[in-house]
T-cell receptor, first 115, second 115 residues
């Protein structure tokens, strides 16, 4: 079984400050890991994914995440927050052996950006 | 914006009724997954359809059922609606070739309210 824990259901950052969202996973097999963003009343948009290639993954909108196997973590960062980054962020894991990417999501972290 | 479309966008039903939600997958995709996202939570995997067959199911009762059509579009049916079924229902499509899959692309969801 796989699981994802996102530390902090809410994060508040100032515009221009570092954004750091924490994600820890549990998986009995090498995982595929994903970060999705959800804006109000919308579906999920993929920010970035890790699929066993480079451990530092760059995504859209200036976000990046680093896969650390020893820490079972996949934290998401952005050096400088923008007002448009205010949204909910979800970390997810899937089993690379299973066709179709069945995703197990964390509970989400809502980001508030202060001017 | 993805090519995954869901209908309707909003729906209000009465407890005990039945509902059908629809999803049109992205062109070229052969796999559709359905997720339930309760308010303030991460999405939960309901089931997945691959080439018109169910390909995995989450921890949901049998009154949640689905179909996938030859054009790879899909329906989610929920019978005997309960108040706790109120949620955002997300459809995601991907392309699965043997054991490999592209990432999942999500629609904007259907907001179901059960009263």
């Amino acid at each position: 079984a796989q699981s994802v824990t996102q530390l902090g259901s809410h994060v508040s950052v100032s515009e221009g400050a570092l954004v750091l969202l924490r994600c820890n996973y549990s998986s009995s097999v090498p995982p595929y890991l994903f970060w999705y963003v959800q804006y109000p009343n919308q579906g999920l948009q993929l920010l970035l994914k890790y699929t066993s290639a480079a451990t530092l993954v760059k995504g859209i909108n200036g976000f990046e995440a680093e896969f650390k196997k020893s820490e079972t973590s996949f934290h998401l960062t952005k050096p400088s927050a923008h007002m448009s980054d205010a949204a909910e962020y979800f970390c997810a894991v899937s089993d690379w052996r299973a066709a179709g990417n069945k995703l197990t999501f964390g509970g989400g972290t809502r980001v508030l950006v202060k001017p | 914006e993805t090519g995954v479309t869901q209908s309707p966008t909003h729906l209000i039903k009465t407890r005990g009724q039945q509902v059908t939600l629809r999803c049109s997958s992205q062109s070229g995709h052969n796999t559709v997954s359905w997720y339930q996202q309760a308010l303030g939570q991460g999405p939960q995997f309901i089931f997945q359809y691959y080439r018109e067959e169910e390909n995995g199911r989450g921890n949901f009762p049998p009154r949640f059922s689905g179909l996938q059509f030859p054009n790879y579009s899909s329906e989610l049916n929920v019978n005997a609606l309960e108040l706790d079924d109120s949620a955002l229902y997300l459809c995601a499509s991907s392309l699965a070739v043997q054991a490999l899959s592209t990432e999942a692309f999500f629609g904007q969801g259907t907001r179901l309210t059960v009263v």
